[in-house]
């Protein structure tokens, strides 16, 4: 029988707005707060760390190797190998996988797997600047949309276009994306004011001129008057239906998990039963969860119904709306506190 590959700690900092609190804070300073408070929630020693592994899609300005960074940061041994993840949306899951992988294969035993992103401080990029602009008119690209929100094979159409096109050909209604939006928003505050992130969130302290202040909330939900969601206009079709209320925010935060074999672990939070890849044309992004959920039950060996909890990346609302549709899942079953 195969050993088990355990979650031995996991942390994340609060999940800051765009130019909010962690505004000047490098996602590398980010991902260190992150690793550090996981590893002492495990109880892990940092000379048992392997090998660090960190997703993180706007690299540029932090200078080399954003992972190893964050690793020394948090105090981890330089002889510790550290790999940087870029795979977008899918970078910090990407990253657990492949902690898992070389668990199982035996290459390590102790693996920070995580991810890092400060969106408000992700530069703007001048591609002229070293051959110079000999003459007429010059370009700025903003690294956050070029690199990050912004389709490549597709003219660097916004990503709320494909989420335009999911909600006209699986006819999703502004009504039924401003009601999910509300919804989500809702069970965020709840869980919040409820106390249900106490355990996942490592406080963040912050140096100000009138003093230390300390993030210990996420701060988007607090500014969010979801009742006001449908009466916000379209963001990126004139007559569309996907508005910023029914998109996901431009954030920074960082998370990360420990992850070890059963045996190195006292008291593990959970164990990774199985993982799924799937992937299909860029602009239906929207749609890939269904068939990677579809395929990683398969692999597990498991039917829709023996889940209690599916938590689903709240990309857009459609993203999440066409995965309860096509899986008929019950609404209370997934992103029970909000998305």
């Not at 991810?115 to 600047?129: D, K, R, S, V, Y």
Request: contains cysteine; hydrophobic residues 40%; aromatic residues 6%.
């Amino acid at each position: 029988m195969k050993e088990e590959i355990v979650i031995a700690g996991m942390a994340r900092t609060p999940i800051g707005n765009f130019q909010g609190a962690f505004t000047g804070v490098a996602a590398t300073e980010l991902g260190s707060h992150a690793i550090k408070a996981a590893m002492t929630r495990a109880g892990t020693k940092a000379d048992a760390v392997e090998e660090v592994l960190m997703g993180c899609v706007l690299p540029a300005g932090l200078g080399q190797a954003p992972a190893r960074q964050a690793a020394l940061g948090a105090g981890l041994p330089k002889s510790a190998g550290c790999v940087t993840v870029n795979k977008v949306c899918g970078s910090g899951m990407k990253t657990v996988m492949l902690a898992h992988d070389s668990i199982a294969a035996g290459v390590n035993d102790v693996v920070v797997a995580g991810g890092m992103e400060a969106m408000t401080n992700a530069p703007h990029l001048l591609p002229t600047g070293r051959t110079g602009i000999k003459y007429g008119h010059g370009q700025i690209f903003d690294h956050m949309a070029y690199d990050g929100l912004e389709d490549p094979y597709n003219k660097h159409a916004a990503m709320g276009i494909f989420a335009e096109k999911c909600a006209r050909e699986w006819q999703f209604s502004r009504a039924e994306q401003d009601e999910f939006s509300m919804r989500s928003v809702t069970r965020a505050q709840d869980a919040i004011k409820t106390g249900k992130f106490a355990d996942e969130i490592a406080a963040y302290e912050i140096a100000t001129r009138k003093g230390p202040v300390t993030v210990k909330d996420d701060e988007k939900p607090a500014t969010v008057d979801s009742s006001k969601i449908p009466s916000l206009r379209a963001a990126f079709e004139k007559d569309g239906t996907v508005t910023a209320g029914s998109s996901s925010a431009i954030s920074d935060g960082a998370a990360a998990l420990v992850i070890t074999r059963g045996s190195k672990a006292s008291n593990a939070v959970a164990r990774i039963v199985a993982h799924a890849t799937h992937s299909q044309e860029p602009e239906w992004f929207t749609t890939a969860p269904v068939d990677s959920i579809r395929k990683l039950l398969d692999r597990a060996g498991w039917a829709v119904k023996d889940v209690d909890l599916f938590e689903i990346n709240e990309a857009f609302a459609v993203v999440a709306e066409k995965f309860i549709r096509d899986l008929d899942l019950d609404r209370e079953k997934v992103n029970v506190n909000g998305g």
